[in-house]
């Protein structure tokens, strides 16, 4: 039910994997997530929906390795089966013709942006697009990204920014909206999905320039439907389900505090269980 077309490595520990469902994808939305079991021993794990084919009925997700889960889902091959995936959940994103959006990523959002500029693309937008990475190397699919794309930039942590030439910034994704805005450029709408000091960073500078700002956010999430509580985030004030209300909200409403120290509440137990898995 659950076939696996194609699994690879794209960059260094991180994999994009597309597989089949029972369901239609048709249903689909931009900024929607699946939750996914590699088998029946294994944890459920939300995923943001980084592509769909109605053709082939698939989704494709793209994850990093962190502990022993993604590390059992990593070994699957093309043809293997998953246990379970549950979708489409969440709140898609609101698409909307409001002028010249951003959609910045970093990490697995590099993947998690593509179906919102691509819409957004489409509901008429001046769409740029910012990617981040660690060096060139993780900076994947920028072909891809750059056919729903009016401009896109680039940063690197270690300046390797040969690979676009003036359209390449040595730092991170929310220096490349700073050094613009300060040269005069105006946007109308941000949206950023990756780590969550990444995030963050994008919150603090849209919320000084007076741009609306919405962000995807990943905390701990265990049956996706709201039911656990576990996934809960504190947005103006009011306890929200990042399940069920989001993953998208408002950037300059979240408790940003609060949600730093609840992403790290089993990072110890992270580490160890991923030491203790067999390797790739």
Known sequence: MYKILHCEQIVPNFHMMEFQVPWSVSKIKPGQFVIVMSDQKAERIPFTIADWDVEKNSVTIIFMVAGWSTKRLAKLKSGDELSHVAGPLGMPTKIEKVGHVVLAGGCYGIGGIYPIARSMKEAGNTVTIMIEGRDEIMLYWRDKLRTVADEMYLATSDGTFDIDGKMSFHGHGWGILRELTDGGKK?????????????????????????????????IMLDGTGMCGCCRVSVAGKTKFACVDGPEFDAHQIDWQELFNRKTIYADEEVDSYKATPSI
Do not use: E, R, S
Not at 187 to 216: N, R, S
């Open 187 to 219: 946007f109308d709408h941000v949206h950023a999905i990756g780590c969550t000091f990444m995030m963050y960073m994008f919150a603090q500078i849209t919320q000084k320039l007076g741009v609306p700002c919405m962000v995807a956010l990943n905390p």
